[in-house]
C-alpha cells in the first residue's frame, strides 16, 4: 500500500457493501476463468427470477440482448447474476475467498453477484482483488509495511508477500480490457480524458429510499498501480444523495489521481488472448461465429478470446 487517506477516523477498520465493484470479481472473471463466457457471448437483460431472486436493473432500465463486454460496461445487474448462477453459487464465492475477501454461510447467494454481502468488505480488500487482476491474476496479500530498517540501514524486517494464482492471465486480460472500454464509454467514462489505457469499474449501493445511496466507488488500475475510491460514512445510513453514484464524484477523484500519475504503460495482451474477426450481422441476431475472410469491413467486429 503506497498510500491510504479518509477524513474519517477508522475507515481502514470499517467494512462496506461493496456494491457493483463485485461483478468483475464474483460473476464474470469466474464465467470466463471456466469457459462459460466470453466479451462476445450475448446474455438476455430482461426482468426475470433466478430460484425465487428478482434482481433489478439502475432506474430499471433493460437493454434485451447484449454481449458481455457491454453488459459489464454498463454495469447491468442481470447478466451478472445470470453469469453467476452459470458458474455456481459456490464455485463462484469460492473466487472472492482466494482473493482475500472471506465470506460467511449467509453470502453464498446471488445477491453476492451484485454486492450484497453480510457484512461488507475492507477497502484494502477490495484493493487487493483489483490489484490481482492487474497482475495477471495472482493475488498478494495486501500489506502496509514494506521493511523496517534500524538506523544504520540495517534491515529488520521484510515483508514478502505470499502470492496465490486465482485466475489465468487470458481472464484477468479479458476482464482488464472490457473495463478499459468502461472507462472510455461506460459508466466511468469521466476517466477518458486521462488519454491513456486504464481499466475502471464504479460502484453504488443503494437503500431504501431512492433519493439516497449508502457508499458510492471507483476501482481503477493501470499497468502500475491500482486505486479505490470510496463515498460514505461510518453509520453506513444512506446519507449519500441520489444523485452522488460511482460513476460521479469517485470517478472524479479518480480522475484527479491519476492525472499527477506519471503516464504508465499500455497493458501487454498474453500469448493465450487472440483477438479475431467475427460476423456483426450474426452477433446482433444472438450469434458468436467467425466472419468470413472475405467480409467487408462494416460487417465484421473485432473481439477478444481466450
Known amino acids: 500500500v503506497k498510500a491510504f487517506y479518509s477524513n474519517c477516523t477508522h475507515t481502514s477498520e470499517i467494512k462496506r457493501q461493496p456494491g457493483s465493484l463485485l461483478k468483475p470479481l464474483v460473476a464474470f472473471a469466474p464465467a470466463i476463468e471456466n469457459g462459460l463466457l466470453s466479451p462476445a457471448s450475448i446474455m438476455s437483460d430482461a426482468p426475470r427470477s433466478f ?9 430499471d432500465e433493460y437493454y434485451g440482448d447484449i454481449s458481455v463486454r457491454e453488459a459489464l460496461k454498463l454495469s447491468l445487474n442481470i447478466p451478472a447474476v445470470e453469469a453467476m448462477t452459470l458458474v455456481g453459487v459456490e464455485n463462484a464465492c469460492s473466487y472472492l475467498s482466494r482473493l482475500g475477501m472471506p465470506l460467511t454461510e449467509s453470502d453464498l447467494n446471488l445477491s453476492t453477484a ?20 492487474a497482475n495477471g491474476g495472482t493475488y498478494a496479500d495486501v500489506a502496509f509495511i514494506k521493511e523496517i530498517r534500524d538506523k544504520n540501514g540495517k534491515i529488520l524486517y521484510s515483508h514478502k508477500p505470499a502470492l496465490r494464482r486465482v485466475f489465468g492471465e487470458d481472464t484477468s486480460y479479458l476482464i482488464t480490457d472490457m473495463l478499459k472500454d468502461t472507462a ?34 471507483n476501482a481503477s488500475y493501470t499497468s502500475a ?5 470510496w463515498q460514505g460514512n461510518l453509520s453506513g445510513r444512506a446519507l449519500l444523495p441520489g444523485v452522488i453514484t460511482g460513476g460521479g ?23 493465450s488472448v487472440v483477438e479475431l474477426n467475427i460476423d456483426k450481422f450474426d452477433l446482433d441476431v444472438g450469434n458468436v461465429t467467425l466472419a468470413d475472410e472475405n467480409a467487408p469491413y462494416f460487417a465484421v467486429k473485432k473481439e477478444l478470446f481466450s
Do not use: W
Open 249 to 271: 464524484s469517485p470517478t472524479l477523484f479518480a480522475v484527479n489521481y491519476f492525472s499527477h500519475s506519471p503516464k504508465p504503460r499500455p497493458f501487454i495482451m498474453p500469448k
Open 114 to 133: 451484485l454486492g450484497g454481502l453480510t457484512y461488507g468488505v475492507h477497502l484494502r480488500d477490495l484493493a487487493g482483488a483489483y490489484c490481482a487482476l
Open 51 to 59: 430460484t425465487g431472486y428478482t434482481p433489478k436493473n439502475y432506474k
Open 184 to 217: 472510455l464509454d461506460g459508466t466511468a467514462k469521466k476517466m477518458s480524458v486521462l488519454g491513456y489505457e486504464i481499466a475502471s469499474k464504479t460502484g453504488t449501493v443503494a437503500s431504501a429510499d431512492p433519493q439516497f445511496n449508502t457508499d458510492a466507488y
Open 225 to 229: 498501480e491500482t486505486a479505490i475510491f
